[in-house]
């Protein structure tokens, strides 16, 4: 596997000589100029507007869903537009299915994950960039490796750990598991090879600073903005995580996505009350995207440097 | 090596210590002495919580699936274990339930796979075009991918619905007879699929669109100046530019097909879910595991069909290497 998405060149570089060639897979969070310099033509918007219509449906009928009552959503034709009855019904998921517990648990999952994924990686990420010792290729090789393990595999051991550590149907069973990302550790050490200029950890040395010291003076404040963005990606996978969760976490404590399993788990199925539940469970991560949408679309095309 | 590494950290000054500036206690042996220990040790200080953490709870956990599959394990006894050497797997050799899972796995994974990631190179391609409102387009294409499995398998669960969903009604429309998505193998398996194509299709397509804007713009204008039309520039220039990448996506579609779980679980709609419809119809690997362990209470029985995941995984890297091979000796 290759570790970073420029094409390997086998031929020889067509770059005039005075150009500096690129850092190994390197990669800036700013927008780059586009390979190719060709405008849209209407066919483009059109198959475009169909994309972005298909990706945002579901979600919008879900709202319709959720605004309607039972008689009319299972009616045919299908409802297209919102009925009068969102707020009771949302506030019917809050209270039925343990909503309100479910949210502020995956806030604190989903945030204690983000915040200790961001510190570990940006550690790990500038050891692996800036700093030299040895065996360390060998360790930044199996760190891509870990990449490559399925955490699934190992869920029978786990759930017999959490239940020795008595942490069953706690929050920790889910959050220790996940406290590190190798993918975020990558995505570091790719951030900080470019943006860490190597003179600005020379000159801490010469000041005398030890290597703590600088990490929180010199680093922290280069790599802040490659933070923000790892922070809300690994916030919303941490959100939206499913199989763990379920299985070891229970409805008297649930995350989001396990208290919504409930909701459709009987036999007899309120619709509108699923739908309002499915609504809720991903309005925070919705308004996310709104607000920093620019910010992650960045941060996974920095992140594809993966491959 | 951990032990060294906690001295060299000890050895520090803590954050915030001594508001000396630097530079006087370098100047002293023992401070130099501090000073190599830092040096030597500290980079292993800052990778070593990750290896921590990933030792702990990724790697010895996946290790020990291997010995718990060799036990007799009950869920509501955790500690006593039985040993029963391979019976395990020859049990599960002799399953058709497992056979029928991972027939459904490989079905669902290539029906889920290939048509994404075409879908997402297209999808790439389209948004790699100059354009108004390139933003929207983009965060609008991730709008899937910030959804939650449970919400979408709700949702498209729904959609799927045999008496009232849309797509039968809209299949009504043009004169189809309505289909049971749930009940018949098929189409529940590529309502499932479709479940994981809208999810994924628009976060590959960000993986290659970022891949495409880094391949140099003189290659695409040398093509054209050989006369190559748009179709042969994308077939000659932008996809060989982007290979690597497209390994990788493939990679990970993979790692994820094998463990697909949540959309199974919640299209089979509660009592029907965890057997993966009424006749295991569309039970994945997943779906097995869990029902082993959690409803069937055999933990040595789960974490075999964990290991035989494992497997299937590292066999489907060889059988792709093997093929990568014979295909660079052959052109």
Known sequence: ?307 | MATSTTKALAGEEPPGGPGRTGGEGTARPRGALLHRLDVKGAPYAFVAPFFVVFAAFSFYPLVYTSWISLHDVELATLDVMEWVAFDNYVELWGDSRFWNALQNTLTIGVISTVPQLMMALGLAHLLNYRMRASLFFRVASLVPYATSVAAAALVFTMIFERDFGMINWALGTVGIDPVNWEADKWPAQVAISTIVIWRWTGYNALLYLAAMQAIPADRYEAASLDGASRWQQFTHVTIPGIRSTIVFTIVLSTIGATQLFGEPLIFGQGPNGVTGGADNQYQTLGLLLYEEGWKNYQMGRSATVAWAMFMLLVLVFVVQRLIKRLRSRTS
């Open chain 1, 1 to 307: 596997m290759t570790t970073h998405s420029l094409p390997v060149r086998t031929d020889a570089p067509d770059r005039t000589p005075t150009e500096k060639p690129a850092g190994r897979g390197g990669r800036r969070l700013l927008r780059q100029r586009a390979g190719r310099q060709h405008h849209a033509g209407p066919l483009a918007y059109v198959l475009l507007a169909v994309m972005a219509l298909l990706s945002i449906f579901p979600l919008y009928w879900t709202m319709v869903a959720a605004s309607t009552d039972n008689t009319r959503v299972s009616q045919t034709p299908p409802p297209f537009l919102p009925g009068p009855n969102l707020f009771s019904n949302l506030a019917r998921a809050w209270d039925e299915a343990a909503m309100g517990k479910a949210m502020v648990n995956s806030l604190i999952v989903a945030g204690v994950i983000a915040l200790s994924t961001v510190m570990f990686a940006t550690l790990a990420g500038f050891a692996f960039a800036k700093l030299r010792f040895k065996g360390r290729n060998a360790l930044l090789m199996l760190v891509i490796g870990t990449m490559m393990v399925p955490p699934q595999l190992g869920v029978v051991p786990l759930f017999m750990m959490m239940s020795e550590l008595g942490w069953s149907q706690q929050l920790p069973a889910v959050i220790f598991p996940t406290l590190v990302s190798a993918v975020g550790v990558f995505f570091m050490r790719q951030y900080l090879s470019e943006a860490l200029p190597d003179e600005l950890v020379e000159a801490g040395r010469v000041d005398g600073a030890h290597s703590l010291r600088i990490f929180w003076s010199i680093v922290l404040p280069v790599a802040r903005p490659a933070m923000a963005v790892l922070f809300m990606i690994t916030f919303v996978h941490a959100w939206n995580d499913f199989f763990w969760p379920f299985v070891v976490l229970d409805m008297t404590n649930p995350t989001v996505p396990v208290a919504l399993t409930q909701l459709s788990a009987g036999y007899v199925r309120d619709q509108s009350l699923i739908m309002a539940g499915a609504l809720l469970g991903t309005l925070p991560l919705l308004l996310m995207f709104i607000v920093f949408g620019r910010q992650i679309v960045s941060g996974i095309m920095a992140g594809a440097v993966k491959g």
